[in-house]
């Protein structure tokens, strides 16, 4: 396909009905592979409680498991080596290549990220499968654009829209896999994009089901909405969950900085640590290990004491940041949730104890706490209140979701705490500043939304400075399309399409983010 300047635009005025074949096809696909991804990670979890119980007591083979575990974190250790971009979640680098800063070799990732993150959750380390998920699926979605020879503008579409059929296959959860698609991934909501990511969702979430099944994946006894006389312990726990939010964003980033100071260790010995703290919780702290899933259904479903709860609690912070600070392929996504899961659970214990909420009402807590964790730390607060939504099938929470939601949001803002992607983001780039892409390339078209209070709003395009290099294509108000002129005003609410050099999209991304931003100052 033709990359220049008229190629673009030309496919782009067909993009919607284009990219609802192309969603289908990559959500398929992705679905796929996510699914068995997921069944593998299921049988890993298994297989480790299987060693465990076989090697315990017995210091042969505990000590035959610890090598084991070596080699696993030598294994994972070449298969970073090989591709450096398995690393973490996954989720950072997808948004760097969505903005034009990285670029990820799919054929090197994908089986790379899928082997690296089956090993890790077979060690037992405390990681997640969501967000080696999201990056499996955009990866589909770029070989896909390879595939059919397709240009830049319709890769980051497809991207788009493999990371939304990877959530959605992952948590059964297709419309937080659509939220978080366009809230973390893509940034803008415009027709197109909307329609092809909700095929592609919906698609790999019908090849989930189909094989494992339609429940939830949590399974909270939520016996009836929290009344309202208790509503303004929603508001302390949203204060609680923004201070630890910001709290587990500088604890993670400062661990992942200990281990890189460290010179003496090098990819190798990272990876080791973990895998050998893997080995001691599991012969003396097993419900440490893995994603945690069995841990929050204990808390739902047992008596559980505050100590207990605490104990947990600590230690899955410690070991969850441990895990994902030596360069693991695996996610903060699932243990995340788990941690608020618990600081909820450690809230209402303490509010049943001392300020008389019903016992009936501590899993309300447990459930509200994992959004508003996940809404202080990711800064999605919308992703998160649909995703708790469809990973506990409750209707009831939804206004008590949301109430915690952004109070947690706004107090991590207010402490100046960056989201956590986004600072992750932000270390790659710097570890990996020489393989920034800067070579000329494809024309790519990128769609901004004018916020209200910006610098762009209430102005004609004739007195803004608009960043070099930077072509104004259309302006999109409403169902209206205008084409740009020097007196047209822009108004909160607007589109702007632009279109820029391949060569030059990280550096015009970022101005007119700028630009488009509202000025708080």
């Not at 799919?106 to 999201?134: N, Q, Y």
């Not at 208790?230 to 281990?259: D, H, P, R, S």
Request: hydrophobic share 50%; glycine share 12%.
């Amino acid at each position: 396909m033709r990359g220049d300047t008229a190629g673009t635009i030309r496919r782009a005025e067909r993009f919607q009905v284009i990219l609802i074949g192309e969603g289908l096809l990559v959500g398929g696909i992705a679905g796929l592979v996510v699914l068995l991804y997921r069944m593998l990670l299921g049988s890993a979890g298994e297989w480790l409680g299987k060693i465990l119980a076989y090697a315990k007591g017995n210091p042969i083979r505990m000590a035959g498991w610890f090598v084991i575990l070596m080699l696993l974190a030598w294994i994972v250790s070449r298969l970073v080596s090989f591709e450096p971009m398995i690393s973490g979640s996954g989720i950072p680098q997808l948004e760097g290549e969505m903005t034009g800063k990285l670029d990820q070799k799919w054929w090197k990732v994908l089986p790379a990220k899928f082997l690296g993150g089956f090993l890790c959750l077979l060690g037992g380390l405390a990681l997640g499968r969501e967000g080696p998920s999201i990056q499996l699926g955009a990866m589909v979605g770029k070989s896909v654009s390879n595939g059919l020879d397709r240009g830049k503008t319709e890769e980051k579409f497809l991207l788009t829209c493999g990371a939304s059929a990877g959530l959605s296959a992952a948590f059964h959860a297709p419309l937080a896999g659509v939220m978080f698609s366009l809230e973390e991934v893509h940034k803008n909501f415009s027709v197109s994009v909307l329609v092809s990511v909700m095929t592609a969702s919906l698609t790999a979430d019908f090849i989930s089901s189909t094989v494992i099944g339609t429940e939830s994946v949590f399974q909270f006894d939520i016996v009836r909405a929290l009344p309202q006389e208790y509503y303004g312990m929603i508001i302390v726990l949203g204060i609680v969950l923004g201070v630890l939010g910001a709290f587990y964003n500088w604890f993670t980033l400062k661990v992942q900085e200990l281990y890189n100071k460290a010179s003496f260790l090098n990819t190798t010995t990272k990876l080791m640590i973990p895998f050998f703290c893997a080995g001691v919780l599991g012969f003396t702290v097993p419900e440490l290990l893995g994603s945690g899933h069995a841990l929050l259904e204990y808390l739902t479903a047992e008596d559980v004491m505050l100590g207990t709860v605490l104990f947990i609690l600590a230690g899955r912070f410690i070991f969850s940041a441990v895990s994902f600070g030596s360069g693991a392929p695996g996610g903060i996504f699932f243990p995340l949730l788990v941690l608020g899961g618990f600081i909820g659970g450690a809230f209402a214990t303490v509010a049943v104890q001392y300020f008389g909420l019903d016992v009936v009402y501590i899993n309300n807590f447990v459930v509200l706490a994992m959004a508003g964790y996940f809404s202080a730390i990711v800064r999605a607060p919308l992703t998160g209140i649909i995703l708790i939504f469809e990973m506990t099938g409750s209707l009831s929470q939804m206004l008590s979701l949301s109430i915690v939601s952004i109070v947690a949001y706004i107090v991590a803002a207010l402490l100046r705490s960056k989201p956590i992607y986004e600072s992750l983001l932000e270390r790659l780039l710097e570890k990996q500043g020489e393989k920034v892409r800067k070579a000329p390339g494809q024309k790519i078209l990128t769609n901004f939304t004018v916020q209200e209070g910006s610098e762009l709003a209430d102005r004609a395009v004739s007195e803004v400075t608009w960043p070099d290099n930077c072509l104004l294509v259309a302006i999109q108000r409403g169902s209206e399309e205008i084409i740009p002129r020097g007196r047209t005003k822009l108004f909160a609410g607007d589109i702007i399409v632009t279109m820029t050099d391949e060569r030059d999209m990280a550096y015009v991304h970022d101005q007119m983010e700028a630009l488009c931003k509202e000025n708080v100052g």
